[in-house]
């Protein structure tokens, strides 16, 4: 185990971790506002440093080794100059300044410790002790207190004034937050916590409230932490000198002991931490300051919602059960492992090798996600893997390979900070990334204007000093509509960075996009039918987005759960392209991936036509590469998709499944499908922490590990690959890594992995995105970003600077096609799902913490017109009902979406809201449609009879994606996708599909558009 860990901090000094990272007391100087690239050479107690120019007297003396007592400052804020405890004399100056708020000057000489300076710093700390609690050993800061530091650096022996007078010793703890504990007694009203919450945060909770003696910190209105504006991140507990704001679990347990640098495993913006442990427990998760991806900030759900990794739900034991209505037996790890063998090798006995596959996890390391793919590719002998991704960012892949040539987002975070205008689409940053949210929101109270692109009213959309230049608050479904007339306005305007385009770009292809925007139908008057947005509010976004500077694009699963999502992919690197928003700071095309590891099990070989690294199954000379690695031959022909398996499943040519930590029976669209395949299957083996949804209907549990146990890496939306390293042992005994090479090795695919090091290190050897990566070097470094190879050893923070991995850019019409499922009179409004700040995911984590205080169930936002037509009151129970299911939830009767819309989460199982979304998938990807389903909402619990899963749905499916395709193939015939997509398709026709296409064509029960007989011809599938 890694206790003690080597970093580059800043200027490249290597810096031995510790418990307790130095504070440095400014931030480094910002050149960007200091305009000037000379350095300034300064001396502090004799001692020359060269510094850059703004850098505060203070940092400038630390940088040299001398630490100036002070309170109000720290290295993460700006400094305020309150407290007056950091006084120094410079040589020339009167008086004593602070040396926080002084930057250097040239030549400065500074002298940090007198006899003068030192009478002076004691006189401000006996002020701040005669108001303190005198409980130092008893209080839970006691080691850990910078009041207590500085008294004892200034050397603090008695207080004269007594502690009789009027004093703050009587003031009330507020404990209303599940997490820590606010004791105003202790406040030494540094600012620290306001300034944190404003500067690094950027949600502006906390206030000083009252003036001189009676200045106290106050959240919100009433003072209650739980019941303002405070979203529970921690930064202003962080950034507390004192024990006023304290963890609760310090309270409780004292102060930590150790420290493990790990990475956050919830989201994808992958924020580094110190686990700070008391042996094999948890105390508390600090952000960590050299983390990439957070530089040391944080939100509710990495810093606190840690507890699940030892809720009792967990399982620990591997258990077995012949059917699905026996009771489990718990078993050993070998009877489990063999069992699961035996059973695997029977089914493909009776009904042939394709019949098994699994799907792996984006919440797994890349280690554990590596090892699945492999053995479903030696041992299983097949490409039946396919991942979580695909119901959320496999567009993304498949886009943006497309136009750039990589399947991933093009920038680093930091990049945001250099970004002029910002266009965000689909995405709800606040809720779903909430560390990026505030280094966004930093950016935007600086200076950035923003475009808001979503149906429903965001957060960012206005807060607390940000607004939105333009909100298009389009109609779910209408994404690559709203980015043709974004296009239309830039070509007809003529917005085009023409130099960029001619440079960097395919000249052909350009002109063919070009002229298939600039067409009429693509205008944003004609446009505005479909998506409800005024033309001239489109019309003024494209020009901002195209002529502010830097133009930065990020979206989320708004994007890409569309039956368009690769289109609109591709339409975002358009309008990047043609404005010549790519290939340096502050641009881009950036998804914000959902899971902490979606990019990273992307990048493992997760999908069943790629290999690791995105090389496809067909091509030799890559299978031959590994399969002289791995000693197995692997077949050059694509495997099943999720859906695929599925549908493959109810027809009986599928019969085993390995889900690893994916709780698919929850997660994907269409329950009552998902449900029927999976207990169609004859095997179902589940690798998860808890007895999840699917556990449910499983037949092998593994149990699995958290991220405190973890060995590994994980891969967040910025290519940034951080180390998972282990806090404690696995409480179930085994890395997950460890139980899948043993059930190879019993399918007689052995794998020879001494630590988790070693498939790093054969990823790295077989990947060549990978090949400069270790554990060795991540150790070193920190994290680097792929490409990390020969030629960036370092990684690569920006992509396709110069040149597109691709070559040239590649532009593609996308012409907008509206999705199949429409409001009707039966069912009227639109249902759009999302996240929220407090849960994860299908919440089998956040669930099982505190975190449920915020957020209790799902419940279903509905327009008050919407409602008030239904007779629906907020909190009224209510139906809700798509053709293909129905659930009940509570009402919120909110304005933040248009009047026809309405929008849910689906944090927990019993709301079920998969229940009701619907088969209908990206035509090239198959990411299911979750964005837009056609409901109807009334009030009460109402048992309507819903047609589930008829066959002709899942026909209807298959005809609408045959459509697409053609479609597609008539705007660009070489699309690539349409190949790739076509071979999928047939895949439905070696099941009998064929068969029931034919008849229902005959019988006019769907019909298909003329050119689609014609792209099935050509692309020689069976029709
Ligand atoms: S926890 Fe975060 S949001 Fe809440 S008051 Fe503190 S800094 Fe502000
Ligand atoms: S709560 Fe802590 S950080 Fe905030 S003003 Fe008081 S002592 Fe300073
Ligand atoms: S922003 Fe994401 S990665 Fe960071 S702490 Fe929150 S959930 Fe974890
Ligand atoms: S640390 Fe400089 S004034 Fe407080």
Request: with cysteine.
């Amino acid at each position: 185990m890694t206790l003690s860990l080597s970093f580059f901090g800043e200027h490249g000094v290597l810096e031995e971790h510790r418990l307790h990272d130095r504070d440095m007391g400014t931030p480094p100087a910002d050149r960007s506002r200091v305009g000037s690239a000379a350095t300034v050479d300064v001396t502090i107690d004799g001692q020359r440093v060269t510094v850059e120019p703004g850098t505060s007297v203070m940092r400038a003396a630390a940088i040299c080794g001398v630490d100036i007592p002070k309170l109000c400052a720290t290295d993460s804020l700006d400094p305020f100059g309150s407290c007056r405890l950091c006084l120094v004399e410079i040589d020339g100056r009167k008086g004593t300044p602070a040396s926080c708020t002084t930057p250097v000057a040239p030549g400065m000489s500074v002298t940090t410790q007198s006899p003068k300076l030192e009478r002076l710093r004691r006189g401000v700390m006996e002020l701040y002790i005669s108001d303190h609690p005198l409980d130092c050993l008893t209080c839970a800061a006691n080691g850990d207190c910078e009041l207590q530091d500085m008294a004892g650096a200034v050397g603090l022996r008695d207080v004269r004034y007594g502690y009789a007078g009027d004093n703050h010793l009587g003031l009330q703890h507020d404990t209303s937050n599940p997490y820590f504990t606010f004791d105003s007694s202790k406040c030494i009203v540094c600012s620290r916590c306001v300034r944190a919450c404003e500067q690094v945060q950027g949600t502006f909770a906390l206030t000083i409230e009252g003036r001189g003696f009676g200045s106290r910190v106050a959240a919100g209105f009433n003072g209650n932490f739980f019941d303002s504006e405070c979203v529970s991140c921690g930064a202003c507990v962080q950034a507390c000198p004192t024990a006023t704001l304290t963890e609760n679990t310090v309270i409780e347990m004292g102060q930590p002991r150790r420290t493990v640098l790990t990475t956050c495993a919830y989201c994808g913006v992958g924020c580094s931490f110190k686990a700070e442990m008391q042996g094999e427990t948890v105390v508390r998760m600090t952000p960590h300051k050299n983390g990439g991806a957070n530089e040391g900030h944080s939100c509710v759900k990495g810093r606190f919602a840690w507890g699940y990794a030892s809720h009792p739900d967990r399982q620990l034991s591997p258990m077995i059960r012949e059917k699905i209505t026996d009771e489990w037996q718990t078993v050993s790890w070998e009877e489990a492992i063999t069992y699961a063998a035996t059973k695997l090798r029977d089914i493909q006995a009776r009904h042939g090798q394709g019949a098994i596959g699994g799907i792996t996890s984006s919440r797994c390391t890349n280690e554990e996600v590596f090892v699945v793919q492999k053995m479903i590719r030696t041992a299983f002998g097949n490409n039946n893997v396919d991942t979580c991704a695909r119901v959320c960012h496999s567009p993304t892949g498949f886009g943006l390979s497309q136009a750039f040539g990589t399947s991933a987002g093009t920038q680093d975070f930091k990049s945001v900070e250099m970004a002029d205008v910002i266009l965000l689409i689909g995405a709800n940053p606040t809720d779903a990334h909430p560390v990026f949210a505030s280094r966004m929101k930093k950016r935007l109270r600086d200076g950035a204007q923003l475009i808001v692109v979503d149906p429903r009213r965001i957060d960012l959309v206005q807060s607390p000093h940000v607004k939105a230049a333009h909100f298009l608050q389009l109609r779910p479904g209408t994404n690559v509509a709203i980015v043709n007339a974004l296009a239309h306005v830039i070509v007809a305007e003529d917005l085009v960075d023409h130099r960029f385009v001619q440079e960097r770009c395919e000249p052909a292809e350009f002109a063919q996009w070009a002229a298939f925007v600039s067409q009429p139908e693509n205008s944003p008057e004609q446009l505005e039918q479909f998506t409800g947005v005024p033309a001239a509010e489109v019309r003024a976004a494209a020009r901002l987005y195209a002529t502010a500077g830097n133009g930065a694009i990020y979206y989320g699963l708004g994007v890409t759960e569309h039956s368009q999502g690769s289109t609109m992919v591709m339409g975002m690197a358009n309008l990047a392209l043609a404005t010549g928003n790519l290939g340096r700071d502050g641009v881009g095309v950036n998804p914000l991936r959902g899971q902490n590891n979606v990019q990273g099990s992307c990048d493992m070989g997760s999908f069943p036509h790629e290999l690791p690294g995105y090389r496809h199954v067909s091509d030799s000379t890559t299978r031959a590469t590994f399969e002289a690695f791995w000693g197995h031959s692997i077949q050059a022909e694509p495997g099943l998709r999720i859906p695929n398996m599925f549908d493959a499943a109810i027809d009986g040519h599928f019969k085993g499944l390995f889900v690893q930590g994916e709780d698919i029976a929850q997660s994907d669209p269409n329950t009552v499908h998902v449900m029927h395949a999976l207990t169609s299957l004859e095997l179902v083996i589940v690798q998860d922490l808890f007895i999840n949804e699917t556990a449910k209907v499983a037949h092998v549990f593994f149990p699995g590990t958290s991220f405190l146990e973890k060995d590994g890496t994980f891969t967040n939306a910025e290519r940034r690959i951080n180390r998972v390293r282990p806090a404690m042992r696995p409480r179930n005994g085994k890395q997950e890594w460890q139980v899948v090479a043993e059930l190879s090795a019993a399918l007689g695919a052995p794998m020879h992995y001494d630590d988790a090091s070693q498939i790093m290190d054969e990823i790295a050897a077989l990947t060549p995105t990978f090949a400069g990566v270790s554990f060795a070097k991540l150790d070193e470094v920190g994290s680097v970003q792929w490409p990390c190879n020969e030629a960036m050893p370092l990684g690569t923070p920006i992509m396709h600077e110069g040149r597109f991995v691709r070559g040239l850019g590649r532009f593609t019409p996308t012409p907008y096609v509206p999705t199949d499922e429409k409001s009707t009179r039966r069912f009227p409004l639109l249902l759009t799902t999302g996240r929220i700040l407090s849960q994860y995911n299908v919440g089998a984590q956040t669930r099982r913490t505190a975190n449920v205080q915020w957020h209790r169930e799902d419940v279903l936002e509905i327009h008050p017109h919407d409602a008030e037509e239904r007779g629906i009151h907020d909190g009224d129970e209510v139906t809700v009902a798509s053709r293909v299911g129905t659930t009940t939830l509570h009402a919120f009767v909110s304005d933040r979406m248009a009047q026809g819309v309405v929008y849910t989460t689906f944090h927990y199982p019993v709301s079920g809201a998969n229940v009701v979304t619907t088969e209908h998938s990206d035509w090239a990807t198959n990411c299911p449609e979750y964005k837009v389903t056609a409901v109807q909402v009334s009030p009460g619990h109402s048992a309507a009879t819903v047609e589930i899963d008829h066959p002709e749905h899942r026909l209807g499916a298959l005809v609408r994606m045959a459509n697409q395709i053609a479609r597609q193939m008539t705007a660009d015939p070489n699309l690539d996708a349409v190949a790739a997509t076509a071979t999928h398709l047939s895949k439905f026709w070696e099941h009998d599909m064929r068969a029931d296409l034919a008849r229902a064509i005959d019988g006019g029960t769907v019909t298909v558009d003329d050119t689609v007989v014609s792209a099935m011809q050509r692309l020689a599938v069976p029709a």
